[in-house]
Structure formats: structure tokens, C-alpha cells
């Protein structure tokens, strides 16, 4: 079973820069991408960014295409994820989440592993 654990969030400035982390530990023999997915009370989650972590893939939501970056570090035992958040908006306010899944997507329901979330508030 996959662990995920994030890390990173906080509060910032609109127009500031915060960098999110998420460790995959366990096994993770079937993980093949790993997702930011983000969530505001009474609102669905909706998909940020993925990446492939065999390959080069990526995909961003057209509302964070030019502002943030997702990328990987890849260790022996454990991967690790990282989402770039520049240009900052208070609309980006929210509780993020780091997902692992089989396929790469930015579809909440192809992933069955989730992180516990982290919380990114943006004061304008």
C-alpha cells in the first residue's frame, strides 16, 4: 500500500510563491503518476497538475498552466512530488492534495490513494 504525505503548505501573499511536497513511500509498484489535486469547502476537488514519473508527461488545469510546475524526484524506495506555485491568487485558496494512481489523469475518480491535505491560503 502507498503512503503519501504533503508538506509545504502555508500562507503567502497574493503574487508570492509556495512549493508543496509530497512523499510516496511504501509500495508503490503501481503508481505510475502522481496528482495535485485542491479542494474549497463546498466545492468539488478539482485536478491541478499530474505527472507521469516514468516518462515526461505532464498536465496541468488551463487556471494554473502558466503559474505552477509539477515535477518528481525519484529514489530508490520512495518518490517524491513537488508542486511550484508562483504568481499566487487568493482564488487559489485551498486545501491541496497529493493523489497516486495507476494512469495519469487529472480526474479525482482514477485515483485511490490520497495524502491528508495541505492547507494554502492566499491574502490579497
Known amino acids: 500500500q502507498v503512503q503519501l504525505v504533503e508538506s509545504g503548505g502555508g500562507s503567502v501573499q497574493a503574487g508570492g510563491s509556495l512549493r508543496l511536497s509530497c512523499t510516496a513511500s511504501?509500495?508503490?509498484?503501481?503508481?505510475?503518476?502522481m496528482a495535485w489535486f485542491r479542494q474549497v469547502p463546498g466545492k468539488e476537488r478539482e485536478g491541478v497538475a499530474s505527472i507521469w514519473l516514468y516518462g515526461d508527461s505532464t498536465y496541468y488545469a488551463d487556471f494554473v498552466k502558466t503559474r505552477f510546475t509539477i515535477s518528481r524526484d525519484m529514489a530508490k524506495n520512495t518518490v517524491t512530488v513537488y508542486l511550484q506555485m508562483n504568481s499566487l491568487e487568493p482564488e487559489d485558496t485551498a486545501m491541496y492534495y497529493c493523489?497516486?494512481?495507476?494512469?495519469?489523469?487529472?480526474?479525482?475518480?482514477?485515483?485511490?490513494?490520497w495524502g491528508q491535505g495541505t492547507q494554502v491560503t492566499v491574502s490579497s
Open positions: 511504501g509500495d508503490t509498484s503501481s503508481t505510475n503518476s
Open positions: 493523489a497516486a494512481s495507476a494512469i495519469i489523469s487529472l480526474a479525482s475518480s482514477d485515483f485511490t490513494t
